[in-house]
């Protein structure tokens, strides 16, 4: 699997049209750097405007996942979609080992991806603002352990794009049902929700809603996201929500394992 891993990453790096999607990023990332060169330049709070920017940062990182779909694309259903993946399984390579593969090669395309613009963003902007104070230090390190929680977030999203792949055995309608299904899992449980008067704070077990959360809380000094995340007068540990995404993880990964067993391609 490992070899497999490695000559994949080998041929995504020589795709030329990788390239709209990194110069997506870093248009982003000028921009954001353009609105906080701007808020310097009318008045700079350390306190303030630092914490803004890592709540920026956070809010992109979230957004970020509406790319996941086009990157899991570029990254793993091509074999899907063109038969190669029929030959490894010739070869004698297990189906769920093929699978795993390409989940890891996606989250870890999307890893560095965000990896380089966050880098990009943190680095602008201690050109434009001198970070070298106390409310940095413990920004930063919010901002790293959030950065940590959102990761099975990530592997969550590469692995519902692969599931659905093999479900539809179609790539274009892969990515549409992966869109759609980030898109309306919120607002479809929230009125499920209010059809059976359940607690509202269930809207908790929204991946999305996950996500959000835990992007609100980068921009914060203190480390009270780690104790408890506040919605609707309910306190939940930012563990629970760990431990609710793993549980959708899971439930991805068993429906690739039931629906890829023996499905043809």
């Known amino acids: 699997m490992f070899n497999f891993i490695k000559a994949e990453l080998f041929r995504i790096s020589k795709r030329k049209y990788n390239i709209g999607l990194w110069l997506f ?4 990332c000028a921009l954001v750097l353009y609105i906080f060169h701007g808020i310097k330049i009318d008045g700079f709070d350390a306190g303030r405007d630092l914490s803004m920017m890592f709540l920026t940062l956070g809010q992109i990182i979230g957004t970020a996942a509406v790319l996941i779909p086009l990157m899991v694309n ?22 769920m080992k ?16 965000m990896i380089i613009m966050c880098t990009i963003l943190i680095g602008g902007g201690a050109l434009i603002a001198p970070f070298a ?6 920004l930063m390190k919010n ?7 959102l990761l099975p977030c990530l592997w969550f999203y590469a692995s519902m794009v692969i599931f659905f792949q093999i479900l539809t055995r179609h790539r274009s309608s892969a990515i549409a049902i992966s869109y759609v299904a980030m898109t309306i899992f919120q607002p479809v449980l929230y009125i499920i929700i209010n059809k059976f008067n359940w607690n509202v704070s269930l809207i908790f077990l929204a991946p ?10 980068m ?18 540990n930012v563990n629970t929500m760990l431990c ?4 959708w993880i899971a439930l991805v990964w068993a429906g690739i394992y039931f629906v890829g067993r023996k499905r043809e391609f």
């Open 208 to 217: 999305s809603r996950i996500v959000k959360s835990i992007t609100e809380m």
């Open 25 to 28: 990023g870093f248009v982003m």
């Open 98 to 113: 093929i699978y795993l593969a390409n989940a890891i090669i996606s989250f870890l395309y999307i890893l560095v991806y």
């Open 143 to 149: 901002f790293l352990i959030g950065f940590a929680y």
């Open 244 to 247: 609710i995404m793993l549980g």
């Open 219 to 236: 921009g914060s000094y203190g480390l009270d996201f780690l104790q408890k995340i506040t919605y609707t007068d309910t306190i939940m």
């Open 74 to 95: 570029l990254t793993a259903l091509e074999p899907y979609a063109s038969g190669a993946i029929n030959n490894n399984l010739a070869l004698g390579q297990s189906r």
């Open 133 to 138: 104070t106390p409310s940095f230090a413990a």
